[in-house]
Nanobody, 117 residues
Framework: QVQFVESGGGLVQPGGSLRLSCAVSGIIFDIEHMAWYRQAPGGERELVARISRYGSTNYADAVKGRFTISRDNVKRMMYLQMNSLKLEDTAVYYC???????????WGPGTRVTVSS
């Protein structure tokens, strides 16, 4: 059974920082490409960042230079360090595995990030 459990969200002021965590089980983690997604209120789910099994990364234009995706294959964890947060970063953030740009059919509970002054 594949499970993704996100944590670390919360309320933060513009310009602040948060680190999100994703605990992974049910997959051979070290051979899977992983990604963070987010869904803003009233919006569609969108790709935020991707990290390959080798550690190479890609970011959505909206978060380049501000967010950093990483993974720890021993701990079976993935992280998203978010700096210089903006109001438009407000969303529920999800982690998932990704093959050919397509996430798995399982979505965890997500973790809510609210950026507000």
């Amino acid at each position: 059974q594949v499970q993704f459990v996100e944590s670390g969200g919360g309320l933060v002021q513009p310009g602040g920082s948060l680190r999100l965590s994703c605990a992974v089980s049910g997959i051979i983690f070290d051979i899977e490409h992983m990604a963070w997604y987010r869904q803003a209120p009233g919006g569609e789910r969108e790709l935020v960042a991707r990290i390959s099994r080798y550690g190479s990364t890609n970011y959505a234009d909206a978060v380049k230079g501000r967010f950093t995706i990483s993974r720890d294959n021993v701990k079976r964890m993935m992280y998203l360090q978010m700096n210089s947060l903006k109001l438009e970063d407000t969303a529920v953030y999800y982690c998932n595995r990704q093959n050919g740009g397509i996430p798995s059919n399982y979505w965890g509970p997500g973790t809510r990030v609210t950026v507000s002054s």
